[in-house]
């Protein structure tokens, strides 16, 4: 019986230590975590990933959802400071949605320009966008592009 | 000893649960589930991911497969009633693949056109497609947007 | 005891097998699998895909990640043996990154030109390009399509 105890217990704690691994330092509660990827040139997708991160905070409600974005390549320019859903990304930062940009499509960007353009202040820059979705999945985040 | 027993006829019960929860109910024998993803404009894109069903029938064989198409966006033209794919969705139904149809772009679309676009007999509304997508990779499916 | 060492013996010998398994022959120190997914029409997505595989083998090393793109769809282009970007999937190829043919679409597009198009040496076809990123996923790899 004492064993019993002993190893409902070891399975306890291991569960406690589990879901502390599993959640977000920023959103503890959250049951479900989903990174969304943003790689394409139509600005017609970033309006439909906004459009998405928006459905899960509705679905699950913005304390039970962990939703980062994350941009690269053509898709990276969601996160340039002078793009129009500037307000909508906001409204998804207050709601606890992060932004990841990629710093090699910055870096490639760079060049062609001739200089380095702005990226919004909501936004969190990574050293490659596959390597942070890489990340993300390997702790527990489903991977959707939109 | 009798506790021994006890734990690994728990083991046993629960593995059948977790099965039987597991496995859909319209393809009990199926050994592989995969969730299609439709989301883009792009008419050759609903080609594209009825071919990709298709090829996973072929390869498994229709019972050993268990395929949802979950279309959001501008993905769910593909769903619209008048839709010229018509005849291969319902060749896909009869070999079991399922067709979901996101209710929130339903409701984006219908502001926009005046009217609510009528869907596919062989589609199921349900309320977003990104949590169906989230829902169904929850019960082991493997998403793939073609 | 005895039976708790067995136990233990029995969880420690299944876990030597399920890496052995898990792990490529080709890159047998890679700690990360990463399967890359081109099935668009758009060129610039040949360019993205290609810069990904790099961003990834510069990130982790070419010995620490396993890289394998599959074309299927438009995607397959990039395979075809006058495709522009040669150069690159040769370099690539030099640090252990695969790719993979869609069968499948080489029948449909032999169908439609009234030839087979060569594919590029160093690719590999397999029979359907969805089949073969299911595969890749049950053995651990994460679906990225850039």
Do not use: W
């Not at 991160?53 to 400071?81: C, H, Q, S, T």
């Not at 129009?84 to 090699?104: E, M, Q, W, Y």
């Not at 202040?121 to 993300?136: D, K």
Request: net charge positive.
């Amino acid at each position: 019986m004492l064993k019993l105890l002993q190893s409902l217990l070891l399975i306890f704690l291991t569960s406690i230590v589990f879901q502390a691994n599993a959640a977000s330092e920023e959103k503890p509660f959250a049951e479900q975590k989903v990174v969304l990827q943003i790689s394409d040139a139509d600005p017609g997708k970033q309006t439909l990933v906004l459009n998405v991160a928006n459905n899960l905070i509705k679905a699950y409600g913005p304390d039970m959802v962990d939703v980062e974005i994350v941009a690269f390549g053509p898709g990276l320019r969601l996160l340039f400071d002078d793009n129009g859903n500037k307000g909508r990304i906001s409204g998804l930062t207050d709601n606890g949605v992060r932004f990841a940009a990629c710093g090699n499509t910055l870096k490639n960007v760079s060049k062609q320009l001739g200089r380095t353009p702005a990226l919004n202040s909501h936004s969190t820059q990574v050293p490659a966008g596959v390597v942070r979705i890489v990340e993300l999945v390997n702790q527990g985040y489903i991977l959707v592009k939109p």
